[in-house]
């Protein structure tokens, strides 16, 4: 269960990144509600590539016994996630994804920390 769910959150954040390098307004519209402009395009991309840097790092491997470090690579990023765009929601407008984007960040928290503490 536990490589079940570490590679398919990473393979998520894999996803993404390539979303944010390759077509960075859509997932912006869609959890900001705003296009990223000015600083905030090469921003995207960057989360973008540090999003696929994570998810590769992240994926298991077939000859490690344990992945320990990397479900709690995820379990860190996915709390960060949460909170981050809890916040964002509460104190400022937002796009249509934002909250599930919340509730999926947070569903992936709790299904890593049963990872973890088992």
Same mark, same amino acid.
């Given at each position: 269960?536990?490589?079940?769910?570490? &590679? $398919? /959150?990473?393979?998520?954040?894999?996803? *993404?990144?390539?979303? %944010? +390098?390759?077509?960075?307004?859509?997932?912006? =519209?869609?959890?900001?509600?705003?296009?990223?402009?000015?600083?905030?395009?090469?921003?995207?991309?960057?989360?973008?590539?540090?999003?696929?840097?994570?998810?590769?790092?992240?994926?298991?491997? &077939? $000859? /490690?016994?344990?992945?320990?470090?990397? *479900?709690?690579?995820? %379990? +860190?990023?996915?709390?960060?996630?949460?909170? =981050?765009?809890?916040?964002?929601?509460?104190?400022?407008?937002?796009?249509?994804?934002?909250?599930?984007?919340?509730?999926?960040?947070?569903?992936?928290?709790?299904?890593?920390?049963?990872?973890?503490?088992?």
């Amino acid at each position: 269960m536990q490589r079940y769910v570490v &590679k $398919a /959150a990473a393979w998520l954040e894999i996803v *993404v990144g390539a979303i %944010f +390098v390759t077509v960075p307004d859509i997932p912006c =519209l869609l959890v900001f509600g705003a296009k990223p402009e000015s600083i905030g395009r090469p921003l995207a991309h960057w989360v973008g590539v540090a999003l696929i840097a994570l998810g590769i790092a992240c994926l298991p491997s &077939k $000859a /490690a016994v344990s992945n320990h470090n990397a *479900v709690l690579g995820l %379990f +860190v990023f996915n709390v960060g996630a949460t909170i =981050l765009f809890a916040w964002v929601g509460i104190v400022t407008i937002h796009g249509s994804a934002l909250w599930p984007v919340v509730i999926l960040h947070a569903v992936i928290t709790v299904a890593l920390l049963r990872q973890l503490v088992t």
